[in-house]
């Protein structure tokens, strides 16, 4: 996939949505920020410890302020979102930084932030890293590395009641379709309306919006007439709406997640790729997955730069 998604929670008629890519992801636009703060959510318990060699290799600067800054659009559960306190950032993500962390000795404060924010935000140093579903392509390798941690495609959802025929991209020629700003499903949407005009057809209609829970209530509202997200994402917002939404067409566009790290930060990817090499082995991994409903994703092997287009 080029690019990908996530949320707190939307409400229309019944529905109680908590969610957010990328499989999701950022894009190299910068995005105002958005209420947050550092997470407090445990991931689940195991005899974790310190990595000497992942310790080893964090940057001198990162280690003497003993805190990795992780930055997340809590916007796309069950990957990253706010908990009841309207400030915790909980989720997958959040409880993979944590583990991180504790390999690497180090506090980790996980901030909220907008999606297309992410990435301006790595470069321009105000983060140590990004955690919030990017899926690792070519285009955001340019920009940073990515230690990738988790395997996702995307998937269409709409309304259960009077929702159009959707079976997969090729299908949204004419419809409006609600999407997260700075996303693969941005990217793709944007690259179906091209090739439907091409064809003689009408443009997609695509609705961008800052957050995957300001996409959500544009289908809700009847303003969209689907919406799409990273697959693990699609299916939690579907079962969290009460019979609201229904995923619809097949999933497509498998592809890895990625840890944003700034290129500029030595062998903090490599540090991060060891930390979670030892999360992995010692069951932490699957343990948090497990938590979240995501076992399916799971990877046995991290690598960096892993993209596939």
């Not at 009408?202 to 957050?211: I, N, Q, R």
């Amino acid at each position: 996939m080029p690019s990908v998604l996530r949320r707190p929670i939307v409400t229309a008629g019944v529905i109680a949505l908590t969610l957010g890519a990328a499989a999701a992801c950022g894009s190299s636009s910068s995005g105002g920020t958005s209420p947050g703060g550092g997470s407090t959510v445990s991931p689940a318990s195991s005899s974790a410890g310190t990595n000497a060699a992942a310790v080893s290799e964090v940057p001198a600067d990162i280690s003497s302020k003993g805190t990795l800054v992780v930055a997340a659009d809590a916007s796309y559960a069950p990957d990253e979102f706010l908990a009841s306190d309207g400030t915790t950032v909980q989720g997958m993500d959040a409880d993979l930084a944590q583990a991180i962390g504790k390999e690497l000795g180090l506090t980790v404060k996980v901030e909220n932030i907008t999606f297309d924010s992410i990435i301006p935000g790595l470069v321009d140093g105000r983060y140590d890293l990004g955690m919030s579903s990017f899926t690792d392509n070519k285009t955001r390798e340019e920009q940073v590395n990515f230690v990738d941690y988790f395997s996702a495609g995307t998937s269409f959802f709409e309304k259960s009641a009077g929702g159009p025929a959707v079976t997969d991209l090729n299908s949204l020629c004419g419809l409006k379709v609600s999407v997260e700003s700075g996303t693969t499903e941005e990217s793709d949407a944007k690259g179906q309306s091209k090739t439907c005009t091409t064809a003689g057809k009408s443009a997609v209609d695509v609705e961008s919006f800052p957050t995957q829970s300001a996409a959500n209530l544009a289908l809700s509202s009847g303003r969209a007439d689907v919406s799409m997200a990273d697959s693990p994402v699609a299916a939690y917002q579907v079962k969290q709406s009460n019979g609201v939404f229904k995923l619809v067409g097949a999933s497509y566009g498998t592809a890895p997640y990625g840890i944003a790290v700034p290129k500029t930060d030595g062998t903090l990817d490599l540090a991060i790729q060891d930390a979670l090499t030892a999360v992995i082995s010692n069951g932490t991994y699957a343990q948090i997955l497990a938590k979240w409903g995501l076992t399916s994703g799971g990877i046995t092997t991290p690598g960096i730069n892993g993209a596939i287009s």
